[in-house]
């Protein structure tokens, strides 16, 4: 292996590292405040069926906005880094990753800017079609739609990674994550699957946080 090809390696294992902390981090940081919201500790009337509070939207969805383009940067340099072999299903990923991040980051961009905003100065009139609210509106159902192509990400992704060591950890919280891609898009029809989809809460930073591990190593030359 050259040293051009050796830096342009390393650089691509440092992006994909920083880019699994950064999806720890924000995944872990929605979690928390998920369980506050589901208490009815940020204003909302709790439990997963309740609209949030403009704090509650600022509290979920600026870690879920960051989540977005963390993953597609993570899941971009996995491709860089995947075996030839195995870059079919890096790049089915990636696919799935940018329809992903772009779906959730209009629904929470819109619900950051416009609607958190003017649900806190109490003028909603002619904005109440953009209202976030749990199995009963549009942006919801988009959100939903998001995770999963999400989760279909992660199933593909367990198939791309490089013969390294932590790759089998990282690999089976990926499938456990993809596992949940059907609890995810069914549940506007059936709103109970969300207690099995909650799972996410951790594979998804469990997976984000073998990748980290994973990253951290010299790839094999």
Known sequence: MSAAMTVRED????????????????????????????????GSAGGPESASTPLGIAVLLTPSLLLG??????MAALH??????ARVFSQVALAFATIYATLISM?????????GPRLASGDTAGIEYLFFVPYRSFLFAV???????????????????????????????????????????????????IWIAALWGLTFPAAAIALARMFRRPLPV
């Open 11 to 42: 650089a691509a294992r440092s992006v994909a590292f920083w880019g699994a902390v950064a999806c720890a981090i924000t995944s872990i940081a929605y979690v928390l405040g998920q369980l506050l919201e589901w208490q009815g500790l940020l």
């Open 80 to 85: 860089r880094l995947a075996p030839a072999e």
């Open 107 to 115: 629904v929470y961009f819109v619900q950051l800017t416009l609607v």
């Open 143 to 193: 959100d939903l739609l998001g995770y999963s192509f999400m989760c279909i990400a992660t199933l593909f992704a367990a198939f791309a990674l490089p013969a390294i060591r932590g790759a089998g950890a990282a690999r089976l919280f990926l499938l456990l994550n993809g596992a949940l891609t059907p609890f995810l898009l069914f549940q506007m029809y059936e709103p109970r699957l």
């Open 69 to 74: 383009s963390s993953f597609l940067v993570l």
